[in-house]
Nanobody, 123 residues
Framework: QVQLVESGGGLVQAGGSLRLSCAAS????????MGWFRQAPGKERECVAA????????DYADSVKGRFTISRDNAKNTVDLQMNSLKPEDTAVYYC????????????????WGQGTQVTVSS
């Protein structure tokens, strides 16, 4: 069992930065791939970023490549999403997720979801 709690969302102007954090509980955290999804009003949830259990490989949505960076610290049971050069279209609820593999995260086959944190980017 893995429980996920996000923090770090908020309101920021376009061009600004935010860092989202996800604290995970459960002894098996380090065996799971982790990721971030987002859902904007009226749109489907989309995978933003994913990272393998070791942190050695990552995936990003084309819309955030070069602007967002996912990282994890298995000693602290945390996974972060650094978001730079934010755009109004990044406005969404962001969810921390866990799954047995990175490919499952990218495919949307999620085992655990956090409760979500709101990110609002003003123009």
């Amino acid at each position: 069992q893995v429980q996920l709690v996000e923090s770090g969302g908020g309101l920021v102007q376009a061009g600004g930065s935010l860092r989202l954090s996800c604290a995970a509980s459960g002894r098996t955290f380090s065996t799971y791939a982790m990721g971030w999804f987002r859902q904007a009003p009226g749109k489907e949830r989309e995978c933003v970023a994913a990272i393998t259990w070791s942190g050695g490989s990552t995936d990003y949505a084309d819309s955030v490549k070069g602007r967002f960076t996912i990282s994890r610290d298995n000693a602290k049971n945390t996974v972060d999403l650094q978001m730079n050069s934010l755009k109004p279209e990044d406005t969404a609820v962001y969810y921390c997720v866990a799954a047995p593999s990175r490919s499952r995260i990218v495919a949307g086959r999620i085992e655990y979801w956090g409760q979500g944190t709101q990110v609002t980017v003003s123009s």
